[in-house]
């Protein structure tokens, strides 16, 4: 079985573009999440999604991120506009929702560097 | 509110030993999860366990075991005979339980490397 698949795996950009990222989440799964992981922060949940609505939201930095969910087997997180503070590596993760919490399954990720 | 604490940033063993990794949780909830994960250099991470509140009794996988105390909200992870492979970065994660909240809280890792 596919495992939770994202791309691009690396994306460099300048400051002041917009980025994309994209997940597609295991086939099944009802729960999906976006973390963003840096040396100096660690692990941090930026926004989940359950049954594609977004649940929680607190994460997510400020207004120049956004996520959606358009259907079960995809989601994307925007960057508008970037900046080099947003550098880090981004992972997706799903799982299903009922009757958990259970364990989530993480994509590969996206390392994200912004010049 | 929840917090999960890894306080050994980093360890460093040789092969072969046995090595402890410690997870210390807080959580008001009575019904929660606890989790492991490991980060390889290749990045990825990967779902080692998942127990619950309820579930005192402590795991072994092959090399691999888990002492789930609640008495000191505590819930460590040992390697026996560690090897070159278990290198990697371990996280240790807590969910409450109910509603639609499946959030992970993850600890900072602690970094083990295994000397050949």
């Known amino acids: 079985d596919a495992g939770v698949i994202q791309s691009p795996r690396h994306e460099v950009t300048e400051m002041g573009q917009e980025v994309t990222l994209r997940c597609k989440p295991i086939?099944?799964?009802?729960?999906l999440f976006w973390y963003r992981q840096t040396m100096m922060r660690g692990l941090e949940l930026l926004i989940y999604?359950?049954?594609?609505?977004?649940?929680?939201d607190s994460g997510m930095p400020e207004d120049r991120f956004s996520a959606k969910m358009p259907n079960a087997s995809f989601s994307t997180l925007k960057i508008q506009p970037s900046e080099p503070r947003d550098s880090a590596v981004y992972f997706c993760?799903?799982?299903?929702?009922?009757?958990?919490?259970?364990?989530?399954?993480f994509g590969p990720g996206t390392r994200l560097t912004v010049t | 509110a929840q917090k999960v604490t890894q306080a050994q940033t980093e360890i460093s063993v040789v092969e072969k030993e046995d090595v402890t990794l410690d997870c210390v949780y807080e959580?008001?909830?009575?019904?929660?999860?606890l989790f492991w994960y490991k980060q390889p250099p290749s990045g990825e991470l990967v779902f080692l366990i998942r127990?619950?509140?309820?579930?005192?009794q402590n795991e072994i996988s092959g090399r691999y075991s888990w002492n789930f105390q609640k008495s000191t909200s505590s819930f460590n992870f040992t390697i026996t005979a560690s090897q070159v492979v278990d290198s990697a970065v371990y996280f240790c994660?807590?969910?409450?339980?109910?509603?639609?909240?499946?959030?992970?809280?993850f600890g900072t890792g602690t970094l083990l490397a295994v000397q050949p």
């Open positions: 993760a799903s799982t299903t929702g009922t009757g958990g919490p259970y364990e989530q399954y």
């Open positions: 086939s099944g799964h009802n729960s």
């Open positions: 999604f359950n049954n594609n609505v977004p649940i929680d």
């Open positions: 959580t008001r909830d009575t019904t929660y999860y």
């Open positions: 127990r619950n509140s309820f579930d005192e």
């Open positions: 994660a807590l969910s409450e339980a109910g509603g639609a909240t499946n959030k992970l809280i």
